[in-house]
C-alpha cells in the first residue's frame, strides 16, 4: 500500500518524508528540488509486536510496514501540465491514499511560493488541480457511457453516479465527500478518481505551537476545512520531528517528555496512515518469529491465511484465535487455553485487530 505525500513547494513534506524513513531525500530552500519522486518503506509502530518478543524472544521480528512517496511539489495549472504538472498528476494515481502537508507557521526565511502564509488557500491549489483532473475524467467516461447506453440500459447507473460526482467537483467539492451505496462503489472501482482517495492533512506548527497546536488560527483554519470532506488532521513541528527521528530511543524518549508528548507526531501519523486505508493488523507469535500481517478490514480467516501462505488459505480447517490482550493478561498460550480463551474459528470468521492466530490446514 503507498500513502503520498504532497504539499506546496517549501511547506515541510520533504524533511517529513526524511523523518519518517530516514531516507535523506535531498532538501532545498527552492521549488521542485524533489523531480522524481522518493519512496520509501517504514514499519508500522506496534507495542503488542514489541510485548509479543519479549515474551517469545524470537529469532525474528517482522512489522507491518507501509510504503510513503515523496511526491514532487505542485503549483496552480498542474492539470494543465504547469510545472511539474503532469508528472505530479501521474505519481498521485499510483497511490492509495494521500498526505498533504500544510504550512501553518510564519518564517521570514523560508520562502512560500505564493509569498505568504495562508492554508486553506494552499488546501484549494492541489485539491482544484486533482478535481479538474477528475472532472475530465469524467467528461470522457460519461461520453463512453452514453454512447453504450443506447444499446445497454445497464449504463444508466454509472451515468447517474457520474453526474452526481460532477455536480460536487465543478461545486468545487471532492469526490470523497459524498456518499455512496455498495453499488457505486463498484462502479467507482475503475474510474482511478484522484479525490475519491482517502486524505490526511498535516499541519506544520512551529515548536512555540506544540503543546497546544489549536491555538495557532491557521490549524483551526485546516480542522475547520477537513471536516467538510469527512478527512482528518494531525498537527506536528516538522522540525522538532527531524530532530527526535535523528535520536536514539532514550534521547528520543526525554526529548519527548520536556515537549509534554506521548509520542512523537511521525507515530501518530504513521499509525493514521495505516487505518486510512482501511488496513490493520493479525498477529503470529512463536519462537521462530512474531510477526504482524496486514489485511484490509472485514477479511475472513481463510484469507488472512492467504497472506501467510497460499496453501494455507486453499487446505483452511479452522483457526486457533486468541485476542492479544487476553493473551497479555494469561502471560502463556497453554495459560489462555486453559481459561478457555482460545477459540476455534472456521471459515466465516472475520478477524479482528489483533487477533493471535494458528492456522490448522491440510493439502
Not at 153 to 170: S, V
Not at 290 to 305: L, S
Request: hydrophobic share 40%.
Amino acid at each position: 500500500m503507498k500513502i503520498g505525500i504532497v504539499g506546496l513547494p517549501n511547506v515541510g513534506k520533504s524533511t517529513m518524508f526524511n523523518s519518517i524513513t530516514k531516507a535523506g531525500a535531498e532538501c532545498a530552500n527552492y521549488p521542485f528540488c524533489i523531480i522524481e519522486p522518493n519512496v520509501g518503506v517504514v514499519a508500522v509502530p506496534d507495542e503488542r509486536i514489541d510485548k509479543l518478543a519479549e515474551m517469545y524472544k524470537p529469532e525474528k521480528v517482522t512489522k507491518a510496514v507501509i510504503e510513503f512517496v515523496d511526491i514532487a511539489g505542485l503549483v496552480k495549472g498542474a492539470s494543465k501540465g504547469e510545472g511539474l504538472g503532469n508528472k505530479f498528476l501521474s505519481h498521485i494515481r499510483e497511490v492509495d491514499s494521500i498526505v498533504e502537508v500544510v504550512r501553518c507557521f510564519e518564517d521570514q526565511n523560508i520562502v512560500h511560493v505564493d509569498g505568504s502564509i495562508n492554508p486553506i488557500r494552499d488546501i484549494e491549489t492541489i485539491n482544484f488541480e486533482l478535481i479538474f483532473a477528475d472532472i475530465e475524467t469524467i467528461e470522457k467516461r460519461l461520453d463512453k457511457a452514453k454512447k453504450m447506453l443506447k444499446s445497454d440500459k445497464k449504463y444508466q447507473a454509472e451515468i447517474d453516479l457520474l453526474e452526481k460526482i460532477k455536480t460536487q467537483l465543478e461545486a468545487g467539492k471532492p469526490a470523497r465527500s459524498l456518499e455512496y451505496n455498495d453499488e457505486e462503489k463498484e462502479i467507482l472501482k475503475d474510474m482511478f478518481l484522484l479525490t475519491i482517495k482517502p486524505i490526511l492533512y498535516i499541519a506544520n506548527v512551529s515548536e512555540e505551537d506544540l503543546e497546544n497546536p489549536y491555538n495557532n488560527q491557521y490549524v483551526k483554519q485546516v480542522e475547520e476545512y477537513a471536516k467538510q470532506e469527512n478527512a482528518e488532521i494531525i498537527p506536528l513541528c516538522v522540525k522538532v520531528e527531524e530532530e527526535l527521528a535523528s535520536l536514539e530511543d532514550d534521547d528520543k524518549k526525554e526529548m519527548l517528555e520536556a515537549l509534554g508528548l506521548e509520542e512523537s507526531g511521525l507515530n501518530k501519523l504513521i499509525k493514521k496512515s495505516y487505518d486510512l486505508l482501511g488496513l490493520m493488523s493479525f498477529l503470529t507469535a512463536g519462537e521462530p518469529e512474531v510477526r504482524a500481517w496486514t489485511i484490509k478490514k472485514g477479511t475472513k480467516a481463510p484469507q488472512a491465511a492467504g497472506k501467510i501462505h497460499s496453501d494455507i488459505e486453499r487446505g483452511f480447517i479452522k483457526a486457533d484465535v486468541v485476542s492479544y490482550n487476553d493473551l497479555i493478561k494469561e502471560g502463556t498460550m497453554q495459560a489462555a487455553r486453559e481459561k478457555g480463551l482460545v477459540r476455534s474459528e472456521g471459515k466465516e470468521y472475520i478477524m479482528q485487530d489483533g487477533d493471535i492466530v494458528l492456522f490448522k490446514f491440510n493439502v
